[in-house]
Antibody, heavy 120, light 113 residues
Framework: DVQLVESGGGLVQPGGSLRLSCAASGFTFSTYWMSWVRQAPGKGLEWVANIKYDGSERYYVDSVKGRFTISRDNAKNSLYLQMNSLRGEDTAVYYC?????????????WGQGTLVTVSS | DIVMTQSPDSLAVSLGERATINCKSS????????????LGWYQQKPGQPPKLLIYWASTRESGVPDRFSGSGSGTDFTLTISSLQAEDVAVYYC?????????FGQGTKLEIK
């Protein structure tokens, strides 16, 4: 079974850091682009970042550029999101998602998400 | 960045009737190289992750009922549910993946009238 399982969410103070993980199984992780997408409570979906299957290309939404870093460890079948200088507006459920084939196109397989709350 | 604007923000349709959701992009998402529209549609129910319904603007994802269809090209797109079922109550989002910086529409909440 194909699975994406996010972890690492929790409560963090403004200015703090958090590292999210996404454990992938059931497919050849090293051949897929991956994404992080977030959803603030009661709000819509917001794309956060993409990373190429070999980690050589990364793209970020402007609001997180310089604060968040997407990375992956293909040997561990894991995707990460390092979040620094967190702000209240970063409070959201964070989903990891898989993009088809070796292409940067539509996310088609999603995890259940992990909640990040930034509050003092 | 490409801005995606959906209309309406919310919609109430009777069971068995047609539901239509529109999505407009601030610039064309049609690729000249492969003649494909880089536009997808997602359904999200409360407490669940998004579910892919349509990609390349009109290709139905495997397992999606055929009452869901997508149309449009360039900057204007439509998701149509031909005969609304109770299980279709959800929020629907369009997504452009033409740019390396993806953008979603703001969402359309679909309810039963």
């Amino acid at each position: 079974d194909v699975q994406l399982v996010e972890s690492g969410g929790g409560l963090v103070q403004p200015g703090g850091s958090l590292r999210l993980s996404c454990a992938a199984s059931g497919f050849t992780f090293s051949t897929y682009w991956m994404s992080w997408v977030r959803q603030a409570p009661g709000k819509g979906l917001e794309w956060v970042a993409n990373i190429k299957y070999d980690g050589s290309e990364r793209y970020y939404v402007d609001s997180v550029k310089g604060r968040f870093t997407i990375s992956r460890d293909n040997a561990k079948n894991s995707l990460y999101l390092q979040m620094n200088s967190l702000r209240g507006e970063d409070t959201a459920v964070y989903y990891c998602a898989r993009l088809p084939g070796g292409t940067v196109t539509y996310p088609f397989s999603w995890g259940q998400g992990t909640l990040v709350t930034v509050s003092s | 960045d490409i801005v995606m604007t959906q209309s309406p923000d919310s919609l109430a349709v009777s069971l068995g009737e047609r539901a239509t959701i529109n999505c407009k992009s601030s610039q064309s998402v049609l690729s000249r190289s492969n003649n494909k529209n880089y536009l997808g549609w997602y359904q999200q129910k409360p407490g669940q992750p998004p579910k892919l319904l349509i990609y390349w603007a009109s290709t139905r994802e495997s397992g999606v009922p055929d009452r869901f269809s997508g149309s449009g090209s360039g900057t204007d797109f439509t998701l149509t549910i031909s005969s609304l079922q109770a299980e279709d109550v959800a929020v629907y989002y369009c997504l452009q993946y033409y740019s390396t910086h993806f953008t979603f529409g703001q969402g359309t909440k679909l309810e039963i009238k």
